[in-house]
């Protein structure tokens, strides 16, 4: 399961948040902003909105580690 707890600010009524904890020399644009939880097998994915989604790849519940991978509109952004 994968969470966050992030600080935002608003400009022209959007949420935008720090890429990097504690640092607010860049912001991206907060897409979802919810207090829902998802469960995900390996290979679902989640929607995020605004062209993204979150997917899992590998779940090792013995050691409590997820993979996931984030995309956008089909292009790779992160995987971690």
Known sequence: MLSMDVSSSCFFAQKYVPLKPNDASKLAKLVLDSDDKYTLKTGQS???????????????????????NLRRMDSMWMTR
């Not at 590998?58 to 997820?66: E, F, K, N």
């Open 46 to 68: 989640l929607d995020l909105g605004s062209g993204y989604t979150l997917q899992a790849k590998q779940v090792d519940v013995t050691v409590r580690r997820s993979g996931s």
